[in-house]
């Protein structure tokens, strides 16, 4: 008796750890909700503006445009961005952010980032 209950248990354990794991994996790749992404393009532009130019040209540090960024690994990218890049000026933005936004981040980037929170525009 007792051991039946308890494979049941163990059965819906697993479905449930099967259900978070399956939840997570798709948090990772889903944009962050509109308010926190406005948040972050304002971030983006002024803050990382400040040393990788206004339009993303380039400044201190290199261009982040498209072009610049194709064909590097997206998952280099964004740990560059989470946890600078030693013994250079690329800070750490951990503290601002977590892995799944600076992913979202380093997509845009690569796709041309937003203009503004509201516009459609991209960086070329
Ligand atoms: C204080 C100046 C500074 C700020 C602020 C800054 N960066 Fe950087 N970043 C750099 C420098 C310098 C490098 C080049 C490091 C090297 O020499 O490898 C760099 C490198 C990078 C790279 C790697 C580029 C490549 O082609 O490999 C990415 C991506 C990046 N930064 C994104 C960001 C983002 C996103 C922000 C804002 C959240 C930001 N940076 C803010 C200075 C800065």
């Not at 926190?36 to 339009?55: K, Y």
Request: aromatic fraction near 6%; proline fraction near 6%.
């Amino acid at each position: 008796m007792g051991g039946k209950k308890s494979l049941w248990v163990h059965v819906l354990v697993l479905l449930g750890v099967a259900f978070v794991a399956a939840h997570s994996a798709h948090a990772q790749s889903a944009a962050p909700a509109p308010d926190r992404r406005a948040e972050l393009i304002n971030m983006v532009r002024q803050d990382c503006g400040s040393c990788h130019g206004l339009t993303f040209k380039g400044g201190l540090g290199p261009a982040l445009l498209p072009d610049a960024l194709a064909g590097k690994p997206a998952e280099a990218l964004v740990s560059t961005v989470l946890y600078g890049r030693a013994g250079t000026a690329m800070p750490g933005w951990a503290r601002f952010m977590n892995a799944q936004e600076a992913a979202w981040i380093v997509a845009q980037l690569m796709e041309g980032f937003p203009q503004r929170a509201d516009s459609t525009e991209r960086s070329q």
